[in-house]
């Protein structure tokens, strides 16, 4: 904890948030909360296997500074990763702003820091269906098994977004079966006909269109444009006892999405595969070589209250919350992102001796 003595002084924090090109402004927030010298500086969290997430990425690049991250597992949905944020199970989890605001309805105590994923014209989720298939409207999904990585969440909201714009009832909308069926596996079970229609994104999306013979039904950038979709939570008991920490934490991930929004394509990608090689998990690196983006629409990551009204409003439609439950500006703080539009140029640089 010697680190940490040093920085309880007020020069030597003031250098240390120099180092992530803070604002005089910041810095003089970055004092309030609980003392310095008590704050944790490790985070436990969840990864996503054979991807690379924000936090890994901005630690990698030195971003975090001395902020450390303690893998304690992986997971194939959001819901599940925000639940365990706000049991005290790991420090931060990132879920689709519907389950956000879902388990902020149910009076859990997490608060959104920062987007972390969203839809862009490079970063999207596609509904796939052989090319073959006999689906090509919302009307003949009636009936049909939708394949997508978790119920509640992203993937579930565009498909009624799509039955709903189409037309259909709400008794035909509850005929289409949407399933669960792992990232990793959803390609295999449409060709396999297990699944008529599934859900791929990013990576695997592009991955199952090189080897061909799926089409495109739609996609969740044709019906709603770019958006941040997805938002990283901390426990608000957390926030409370580590505001330094939080501080940097948001503040680097902020950087890390203008990094790689600054970087050439090619050397993110061989950034993350540096990252999964580094880690040692027997994981496939070659499904790295597709990313695009992020997808985060807003600078540096900050959250707007439209990113959640709009799941505030289809959650009250579906009866899953009460109308008035939740107000969007209640879900979420900016506090801890310190990135300014002026650290958009040191952003680009990593500080690590292995980013130099």
Request: net charge positive.
């Amino acid at each position: 904890m010697s680190s940490m003595s040093k920085l309880a002084t007020p020069s030597n924090r003031r250098q240390f948030l120099t180092l992530l090109g803070l604002s005089a402004v910041a810095v003089s927030c970055g004092t309030g909360g609980g003392g310095a010298k008590n704050q944790t500086r490790t985070l436990r969290y969840q990864g996503w296997a054979g991807s690379v997430i924000l936090p890994e990425l901005a630690e990698d690049l030195g971003f975090l500074e001395d902020v450390k991250l303690k893998w304690v597992g992986n997971t194939i949905s959001g819901p599940q990763d925000i639940q365990s944020a706000a049991t005290g199970q790991v420090d931060f989890g990132g879920a689709f702003n519907g389950a956000v605001v879902k388990l902020a309805a149910r009076k859990a105590p997490i608060t959104a820091v920062i987007s972390y994923y969203g839809v862009d014209k490079a970063a999207y989720n596609g509904f796939y269906v052989l090319k073959g298939s006999p689906v090509h409207s919302a009307r003949d999904l009636i009936g049909k098994k939708v394949g997508m990585n978790t119920l509640g969440a992203h993937s579930e909201a565009m498909l009624d977004i799509y039955l709903q714009r189409h037309g259909l009832s709400q008794a035909d909308i509850k005929k289409v079966e949407p399933l669960v069926v792992p990232p990793v596996n959803t390609e295999q079970s449409l060709r396999q006909k297990q699944i008529q229609v599934g859900v791929l994104g990013d990576i695997l999306r592009d991955k199952a269109l090189q080897t061909g013979g799926i089409r495109p039904l739609f996609t969740d950038y044709q019906l709603l444009g770019n958006f941040s979709a997805g938002t990283y939570v901390v426990n608000d008991r957390f926030l409370k006892q580590n505001p330094d920490t939080a501080r940097t934490f948001v503040t680097g991930i902020a950087r890390a999405i203008e990094w790689a929004r600054a970087t050439p394509r090619e050397k993110v990608i061989e950034r993350q595969i540096e990252i999964v090689k580094k880690r040692g998990r027997n994981e496939d690196t070659a499904p790295l070589k597709y990313w695009k983006s992020f997808g985060v629409a807003e600078t540096a990551g900050r959250i707007t209250d439209k990113e959640l009204q709009l799941w505030i409003d289809w959650l009250a439609k579906r009866g899953d919350i009460e109308k008035g439950q939740v107000k969007a500006s209640d879900l979420y703080t900016n506090e801890f992102n310190a990135y300014s539009r002026k650290d958009k140029s040191s952003a680009a640089r990593p500080t690590s001796k292995s980013g130099s």
